[in-house]
């Protein structure tokens, strides 16, 4: 059984930076691909950055493309999202994923945490 745990999130004001977690408890953590979703009260689940398993490829969604950074630990089985110049429109739920391939689509993974809260107030 694959675990996700994610950490880091919380409170902060408009333009200020959080570092988001995910520690993952699977020995074969270095074949998953990670991504990061988030979710919004009254929206659905949107796709945020991901990962390939070896960490050569990255992804991200156009709203946070040149703020935020993904990036892995294999040997630490972790997965961060570093997330700079944050906006109010980044508030929601942070989730990771784990899956087998680098996907924008939270249909493609298989594991999930049970998400952090992160609110920007303006």
């Known amino acids: 059984q694959v675990q996700l745990v994610e950490s880091g999130g919380g409170l902060v004001q408009a333009g200020g930076s959080l570092r988001l977690s995910c520690a993952v408890s699977a020995r074969t953590f270095s074949t998953y691909a990670m991504g990061w979703f988030r979710q919004a009260p009254g929206k659905e689940r949107e796709f945020v950055a991901a990962?390939?398993?070896?960490?050569?490829?990255?992804y991200y969604a156009d709203s946070v493309k040149g703020r935020f950074t993904i990036s892995r630990g294999n040997a630490k089985n972790t997965v961060y999202l570093q997330m700079n110049s944050l906006k109010p429109e980044d508030t929601a739920v942070y989730y990771c994923?784990?899956?087998?391939?680098?996907?924008?689509?939270?249909?493609?993974?298989?594991?999930w945490g049970q998400g952090t809260q992160v609110t920007v107030s303006s």
């Open positions: 990962i390939s398993w070896g960490g050569g490829s990255t």
């Open positions: 994923a784990a899956g087998r391939r680098t996907e924008r689509d939270p249909r493609g993974y298989d594991y």
